[in-house]
């Protein structure tokens, strides 16, 4: 059959939607933004784990795309708490506002 | 059939990460990492991992995406404004971006012959459903690891607690 997709393209597929991520984090000002492009590059990433997954046949590659989910939802909760913290005490979501290790 | 399926949801993934890099509010950026997580699910489906896309569905797209959206709506976030330093971000960021995909689809190109094709009927006569084969690995092999992941969630929660409560005046 000429209608098999190759698991390359999978693999290209991720990394596209990886440095649109990287580029994201790059230019985004606003902090919940750079935070989704960490969401973004880490569904990047595990693409790639479930394609060497069935390339190989084997379930332990989902089972790593599990707990990846597990902690991203940590993450996610945790990560989201310390933006609202911020957000109390500077008023501001732009991360160039946010320098107060600078001075 | 297969590669019907692989071109739309692809596009449609890139469409959607496209646009959550070009739009300027959050809100829109959260809806379509929306659309990029749920094509990503169709995508792991057709893989074989039915297990994962329902848990990509439930866990991304459910549960953390409408945590990203509550935050939003409650810190009423604007759309951002650019400053001095995110030109300096532009320069730095686009190049940078395109090196990663550079090396990265140079990588796979090269083993693309060594890859393969996605063969949908991968799994063996007689195979258990991907939700059985999962869980059986889960529950005798990594087991411990399985058990370590509900002490960090828990950690997690006491932490988001902690961090968003409201700091009393005395």
Known sequence: MSTEVPIAAYLILAAILFSIG???FLIKRNVISIFMSIELMLNAVNLTFVAFAHKWGAVSGQ???????VVAAAEAAVGLAIIIAIFRTRKTLNVDQINLMQN | MQLALFIIFAALAIAGALNLLLQKHPINSALSL??????LA??????????L??????VYSGAIMVLF??????????EEEHTTGSRAAYFAGIPGSLAVFCLLSFVFLRESKALGNVH???????????????????????????EVTSILILVAILGAVVLARKEEHE
């Open chain 2, 34 to 39: 929306v659309v990029v997580m749920l094509s």
């Open chain 2, 120 to 146: 949908m009927s991968n799994a063996p006569a007689g195979a258990m459903s991907n939700i059985a084969q999962i869980s059986e690995v889960l529950f005798t092999k990594l087991l411990l690891p399985f």
């Open chain 1, 63 to 69: 089972i790593f795309v599990f707990f990846v989910m």
């Open chain 1, 22 to 24: 990287v580029g994201a």
């Open chain 2, 69 to 78: 959206v509550f935050v939003i709506m409650l810190l009423n976030a604007g």
């Open chain 2, 42 to 51: 169709v995508l792991y489906w057709s893989l074989g991992a039915e297990f």
């Open chain 2, 53 to 58: 896309a329902a848990a990509q569905v439930i």
